[in-house]
């Protein structure tokens, strides 16, 4: 095997694909990366067995082909200290090594064999579901959903996105059971309805990638595994099994109290005054009266508090109602219009966080914040 490489070109492709590498896996050949030559094509693949990533470069200096495990940390620390030159790459078919050589010298590392890899997971054509997204509605339902899964042992169905799809939309949701979004697009139209669980790892993973991605992203699934499809890129991942909770039955519909706020004004007064919340429960009072909001928190221990008043608009009876401050503060941080509505019907409900303007025409965000006991 024996091919010349641009070495930044390298280099970038390599380090969007090894952050699916573990820092510690169970194989030792997950450590390195997979180099297969074929046809001018050279394809990189990184692997931690729950999720693949492929990455696709056109190699127009090839002098013979073949397959090769490099190792990832090695090849891609060393590829850092290089300024842009071509890097010819020749391996040793009887012992593996590499031989990474430049114009002013050159490098040695063992290679392994590439038979020992894991292949790729194979989405079963009988049961495939396939549908094309435009990478912004991808990113954008990632985006503002994945910070609300869950970390809980107990119930994996909640550790991911549930990704819904029906002939008119796409809707994103997470949830911890203490704070849920709602994220629907208007703009995909598949051919059926079908939904999976996307698991938090590969959500993020695709973020990195989406940014940087102009064409359609071909999505494909069973109940299994999905994979997403980029212009030079591929990811496959094992989903999360099970069924989502029916989320819409938890969404309040009746919610008589209306209150419109500044989002920034109320995000800033909210990570103020939980600097001297009660460190255990972050617990912080939103008070309600005519066209004032107090927003108030102590800790009884420490004896310190914080109170804040803010003007906002408001439609309803006076009320007051707990949150807990981290929450609140993840979802006003992730919401993008300049002002936000927050639907409220008793302090024992759930409350809606809702953008005032949907910032595209084709979003539809609903987020959702359980209260907290406000003690007497």
């Known amino acids: 095997m024996k091919f010349v490489v641009s070495s930044t070109e390298l280099l970038s492709h390599l380090q969007l694909i090894s952050r699916v590498i573990n820092s510690k896996n169970t194989l030792p050949i997950l450590d390195n990366f997979l180099f297969m030559l074929h046809n ?26 073949g397959d090769i495990a490099i190792p990832a940390k090695l090849l891609t620390d060393t590829l850092k200290e290089f300024p842009e030159q071509p890097l010819t790459f020749i391996v040793n078919p009887e012992n593996l090594d590499v031989e990474i050589s430049w114009e002013k010298g050159k490098f040695n590392i063992p290679g392994a064999s590439a038979e020992d890899f894991p292949t790729v997971p194979l989405i079963k054509e009988e049961s495939k579901f396939e549908v094309g997204i435009n990478p912004d509605a991808l990113l954008d339902g990632i985006t503002k959903t994945v910070f609300a899964t869950a970390d809980d042992e107990l119930r994996p169905v909640m550790n991911g996105i549930n990704i819904d799809f029906d002939t008119e939309s796409a809707t994103f949701v997470a949830s911890d059971a203490h704070k849920l979004v709602r994220y629907k697009r208007t703009d995909v139209h ?3 309805a079908a939904s999976f669980i996307l698991p938090k790892k590969p959500a993020n993973l695709l973020k990195a990638l989406l ?15 999905a994979s997403f499809t980029l212009t030079n890129f591929k990811l496959v991942c094992r989903l999360v099994e099970g069924t989502y909770p029916a989320y819409n039955s938890v969404i309040p519909t009746n919610n008589p109290n209306r209150l419109t706020i500044d989002r920034a004004e109320l995000l800033n007064c909210v990570r103020r005054v939980s600097v001297c919340s009660n460190q255990a429960s972050n617990l912080i009072k939103l008070k309600i009266n005519g066209n004032q909001l107090t927003v108030s928190a102590q800790d009884l221990d420490f004896s310190i508090s914080a109170i804040e008043r803010l003007s906002c608009q408001y439609e309803g009876d006076d009320m007051e109602i707990g949150f807990k401050s981290t929450f609140l503060s993840e979802i006003l941080a992730n919401i993008e219009s300049e002002e936000v509505v927050l639907e409220l019907a008793d302090p024992s409900r759930a409350g809606l966080i809702l953008p005032t303007t949907q910032v595209g025409e084709f979003d539809d965000t609903l987020m959702l914040l359980m209260p907290m006991m406000i003690n007497a």
């Not at 001018?40 to 082909?65: P, Q």
């Open 211 to 225: 940014a940087k991605e102009s064409n359609d992203v071909a999505v494909a699934f069973d109940s299994k595994n």
């Open 40 to 65: 001018n094509e050279l394809k990189v693949t990184a692997s931690d067995l729950e999720s693949t990533m492929e990455t696709t470069l056109h190699i127009e200096n090839v002098v013979e082909e």
């Open 190 to 192: 598949p051919s059926g």
